[in-house]
């Protein structure tokens, strides 16, 4: 055991005494030409590093340098810079005055992908054709370095003539072995518009072909969005792939992508085009898909003794930046969508076989599918929606079948006040997609029908009933619970937030009415006046005739926090009565007149 431990020691104090003597013999400022020249062979990138290389032995030997850049040809500002850099070196090629470096890592960098740092073509260059297939590797830059980290830095993106964002706590670690194999970690945060985004990604890279092609695959990508104009909890979940990307064609192709979102769960491909025309063809099919957990605008549900979360809005800024239809992605991209969700949630409507079919042309989204089922009934609302001009418009065709009243008024925050089903059909047009907004500004017109209705703590043959009883002894109707109105019909049009129904007609047991109105949706109020025939009067034969045959206006008008009534049975029946009166009168007066009339003519004619 004792020679083992002199063995060691022996060993490292030899070892130790190797890298001593090694730092002061080899000078790592030596290096300063040949790295520069081999960047500028490899790549054609400039390499500058300021200030003098220094020396690190614990634990790795490595050599450090202050501050550097790395900037690609003709660029006008550096592709990477960095406050500090670090170059893990191997031992044993340093003996023979050869630097092998087994990893780079850069402190506190900048790295920019911005037009500015991009490589520019030399002045006077010649150019091949544009639909010329390469035919030989192109020579950009080449990651040979078998480890780069990347920490605490900051990562600058700009498309050309597009915004710059920064992508803050730029944290990367990249390993590759001899067979351009990689493994990938990558964490950062970005912070724009009140909003936040972190993400933390694990992944495989494959560059044995870069840079035609690159292929790979995220393992693990987690992920969180909050802030301004989002979900009171944000939005945060999982993704996982794999990708393909083709940079001579600029097509990718991403498999067995699946995602999670709060308590939604996706599956699904997509493939596309970067290159003009961009096109991006998406394929998702969910087992659940929670759009009230993804959408700031849903409404909450309230719960007793719950404290309801309040979505924060954006702050409203002086002179703030006009947005524009001419700014939105899909007016350079050809989009198609295909979407499968088993059971979905919107604004608390709970919806099964959800299907979506759409495609984008250039601005012009066309709805060609979306149907599904709200519990016993079933919806379908193709339609387009037009954003190539300044005016956004939406333009849609309802088709509702056996809905259920009670879910659909809440789910638009109107009064709870009717049950049973309702059938639809119809043409909507507005300029928004905001369901809030869409009550105040849309139009359109619509053929309406309901099953089973009810109106919600009003029993209208009891209040007729009710009326009438007050009014006459005479006359009376056997007390019954309110059986409804089995099938009501007519048409409603719907302008600016006012909704007209007109030619309503309707039956039920014991029951008939016609009817119109108006519900003004932005002011919460309505008027409405439906004509009621009761049957099943007993009693006075001239009034049940008149209950029988005339119809009684009930107008229901006013607040929906404060509705009032109008029922004028007396007034009804009193004229109903002056009117019978008046014709039995008139009657008589008749035939009195045509007696007279008779005994004189008679009186004439006696010889």
């Known amino acids: 055991m004792k020679r083992v431990i002199t063995t060691l020691a ?15 013999l080899v000078n790592p400022n030596d290096f300063r030409a040949y ?54 070196v191997e031992l044993w090629p340093l003996l023979s005055h050869q630097l092998s470096v087994s990893q780079v890592m850069l402190k ?8 500015d740092s991009a490589a520019q073509p030399a002045k006077n260059a010649p150019q091949g054709p544009r639909d010329a297939e390469p035919s030989s590797p192109a020579t950009g830059w080449s990651f040979d370095i078998g480890q780069l980290r990347v920490a605490d ?5 700009q498309e050309p003539g597009g915004d710059e964002y920064n992508f803050r706590d730029f944290n990367l670690n990249l ?6 194999q990689a493994q990938l970690t990558l964490s950062t945060s970005l912070t724009r518009n009140q909003r936040t985004a972190v993400v933390n990604l694990k992944g495989q890279l494959d560059a044995a072909h870069y840079p035609h092609r690159l292929s790979g695959q995220i393992t693990q990508l987690d992920y969180s969005v909050s802030g301004a104009d989002m979900p009171a909890q944000g939005i945060k979940g999982t993704l996982s792939l794999q ?13 067995h992508l699946q995602l999670t979102a709060n308590d939604s769960a996706l599956t699904g491909q997509a493939e596309g085009r970067l290159a003009l025309p961009q096109r991006l063809a998406l394929t998702l099919n969910a087992s659940t898909l929670n759009l009230d957990n993804l959408l700031a605008d849903s409404p ?13 809005r954006s702050p409203v800024i002086a002179q703030p930046r006009e947005k524009s239809n001419a700014d939105s992605p899909l007016n350079t991209l050809d989009l198609a969508v295909k979407v499968q969700a088993e059971n979905a949630v919107w604004r608390g409507l709970p919806l099964t076989g959800l299907t979506i079919d759409a495609t984008n042309q250039r601005g012009l989204v066309t709805l060609h599918t979306l149907k599904g089922k709200l519990g016993q009934g079933s919806f379908s609302i193709p339609g387009s929606i037009d954003i190539r001009q300044p005016q956004t418009h939406v333009s849609l065709q309802p088709q509702l079948s ?37 009550k105040r500004s849309w139009q359109g017109r619509a053929a309406i029908s309901a099953t089973h209705l009810r109106l919600a703590q009003i029993n209208l043959q009891q209040m007729v009933r009710r009326a009438v009883a007050r009014v006459s002894n005479r006359v009376s109707s056997e007390d019954q619970p309110d059986q409804g109105i089995d099938q009501i019909s007519g048409r409603v049009a719907l302008n600016r937030g006012e909704l007209s129904f007109s030619q309503l007609s309707g039956n039920g047991q014991r029951l008939a009415l016609q009817g119109d109105g108006k519900v003004n949706m932005v002011q919460q109020q309505l008027d409405v006046t439906l004509g009621l025939k009761i049957s099943g009067w007993q009693g006075d034969e001239e009034l049940v005739a008149a209950l029988s045959d005339q119809p009684i206006p009930l107008r229901m008008y006013g607040s929906w926090n404060d509705l009032q009534y109008s029922l004028p049975v007396d007034e009804v029946l009193r004229e109903r009565l002056q009117n019978e009166a008046k014709s039995r009168l008139d009657k008589w007066i008749d035939r009195q007149q045509d007696g007279e009339n008779k005994q004189n003519m008679q009186k004439l004619l006696r010889p």
């Open 243 to 255: 990708a393909d990307w083709n940079d001579d064609n600029q097509q990718f192709a991403l498999n």
């Open 402 to 438: 056996e809905i259920a009243i009670q879910p659909l008024l809440k789910a638009f925050e109107l009064p709870e006040s009717l049950q049973g089903t309702v059938s639809l059909s119809g043409n909507l047009a507005g300029d928004t997609l905001s369901v809030n907004e869409a």
């Open 153 to 157: 830095s900051l990562l600058i993106w």
């Open 175 to 180: 390993e590759q072995d001899a067979r351009k």
């Open 10 to 24: 022996i060993l490292l104090v030899v070892v130790v005494a190797g890298m001593t003597a090694l730092v002061l």
């Open 300 to 312: 909450v549900t309230a719960t007793p003794g719950a404290q309801r979360a309040m979505v924060a």
């Open 108 to 115: 506190n960098a900048v790295v920019r992908v911005t037009p």
């Open 35 to 88: 790295m520069v020249q081999q960047v500028e062979q490899r790549s054609g990138y400039q390499l500058q590093v300021s200030g003098d290389l220094r020396w690190h032995v614990w634990p790795q030997l490595s050599i450090l340098a202050g501050r550097m850049s790395l900037t690609a040809p003709g660029a006008s500002q550096p592709m990477v810079t960095a406050d500090n850099m670090r170059l893990d």
